[in-house]
């Protein structure tokens, strides 16, 4: 009987809820807890924020898994295929689960002489995963052949077009891909530029003060006066158009850098005025820290959280910089794959109108912009130490 009891209580032990957080034992965990701690629990009631999160992680995965995700090669071409419409994945052949597409035939219309495509029923062509495709090279290193998905037994290129094709014959949906890794990245490269400019010219302005600050001030006040739209296109007129898609990449990442970096300079300079009275930074001082260990040692750690969130928000003004220039011409051009030069096909109404299919690359656009907005709101928040 003793048993059973010691039994029965060892059983009710086991499903007792666990204890209570009580008022007093938040509070301490609170007091303990780091700035980062602190910064990630009230950013994950933060709801929205986290859910960008996930949807800007989606995107990188995307970006650096590109050439996987593309079943067709980007450039290949084919004047047989112009102007595709998408086409639907079939899931199920009669009671059977096996994704197909339909084959496509094409015919010319004797009234409109335009060509007219149409699904053929009777060619089902099964899809399967990590088919054969074009040749590429993973993260730099691993040439393989491999995709996530493909057509049995038939080239993709000529099979398959899950958006549909451009003016050219040339497959969206693997254009796409590709394009997302470039988009992506060039916002990642001109923000760290800018953020390295902002932080260095920023923080000598506010450590510094008088002749230096007044300097620094004034070529702010320069940049920020220049009008954008023109000044792109000087420089995008002084590219030549033989350089390869390497140095234009460099180029638009250097002007997207050089022109964003002036308010993070004022946000840091601001901090830097209120900060370098403080006795840490005089205790560096004394010990004889030169000024560049205290601006990146010892200043910049102490809000290092706000320019996290600055930086979040700066990334899609990057974005939508890039598509912006590449859109009007004055960015990257064809053979690059970006946003900006996919919808450049989308550029009269009458294309938009025959093809709506073209406009598909402003979907990414949209989202990856509200993402990041929302992710930055997020940090904000949580970076707010009177949040």
């Known amino acids: 009987m003793a048993e059973a009891i010691g039994t029965l209580t060892g059983a009710e032990q086991r499903q007792s809820p666990p204890p209570v957080e009580t008022e007093s034992s938040a509070a301490e965990r609170i007091s303990v807890a780091t700035q980062w701690q602190l910064m990630w629990w009230r950013f994950r009631k933060h709801k929205m924020a986290m859910a960008s999160a996930v949807v800007i992680i989606l995107f990188y995965l995307v970006a650096l898994?590109?050439?996987?995700?593309?079943?067709?090669?980007?450039?290949?071409?084919?004047?047989?295929?112009?102007?595709?419409?998408?086409?639907?994945?079939?899931?199920?052949?009669?009671d059977e689960f096996r994704p197909h597409v339909f084959g496509v035939t094409g015919k010319r219309d004797p009234k409109t002489f335009k060509k007219v495509y149409q699904p053929d029923p009777d060619k089902?062509?099964?899809?399967?995963?990590?088919?054969?495709?074009?040749?590429?090279?993973?993260?730099?290193l691993i040439k393989t052949e491999r995709h996530l998905i493909g057509v049995e037994d038939a080239p993709p290129e000529e099979s398959i077009f899950l958006l549909g094709t451009d003016g050219?014959?040339?497959?969206?949906?693997?254009?796409?891909?590709?394009?997302?890794?470039?988009?992506?990245?060039?916002?990642?490269?001109?923000?760290?530029?800018?953020?390295?400019?902002?932080?260095?010219?920023?923080?000598?302005?506010?450590?510094?003060?008088?002749?230096?600050?007044?300097?620094i001030q004034r070529v702010i006040e320069i940049v920020r006066s220049v009008p954008t739209i023109p000044l792109w296109m000087a420089l995008a007129a002084a590219v030549p158009t033989e350089w390869p898609i390497e140095r234009v990449y460099f180029i638009i990442v250097l002007i997207l850098g050089v022109?964003?970096?002036?308010?993070?300079?004022?946000?840091?300079?601001g901090r830097f005025l209120s900060l370098r009275s403080e006795d840490f930074v005089t205790a560096a001082e004394l010990a004889g820290a030169g000024q560049m260990r205290i601006i990146f040692r010892h200043m910049v750690p102490s809000f290092l959280s706000h320019i996290i969130a600055a930086t979040t928000l700066a990334l899609p003004a990057m974005i939508i910089a890039e598509t912006s220039l590449s859109f009007l011409g004055l960015g990257l051009r064809p053979p690059a794959i970006s946003w900006g030069v996919l919808l450049k096909d989308a550029q009269n109404v009458q294309a938009v109108a025959i093809s709506p299919w073209l406009l598909l690359p402003a979907i990414p656009v949209i989202v990856a912009v509200l993402a990041f907005n929302f992710l930055g709101d997020g940090l904000r928040d949580a970076a707010d130490p009177y949040g």
């Open 65 to 94: 898994f590109a050439d996987f995700l593309a079943y067709s090669d980007p450039q290949h071409d084919d004047a047989n295929l112009l102007l595709l419409a998408p086409q639907s994945i079939h899931w199920y052949d009669g």
């Open 168 to 215: 050219l014959g040339r497959d969206l949906f693997s254009r796409l891909m590709v394009a997302t890794r470039l988009s992506m990245t060039i916002g990642l490269a001109g923000v760290a530029l800018s953020l390295f400019l902002g932080i260095l010219l920023g923080g000598l302005s506010g450590l510094y003060g008088g002749l230096v600050d007044n300097m």
């Open 124 to 140: 089902k062509l099964p899809l399967v995963l990590f088919a054969k495709g074009y040749e590429y090279t993973l993260f730099g």
């Open 259 to 269: 022109i964003g970096w002036t308010t993070l300079a004022r946000v840091v300079r």
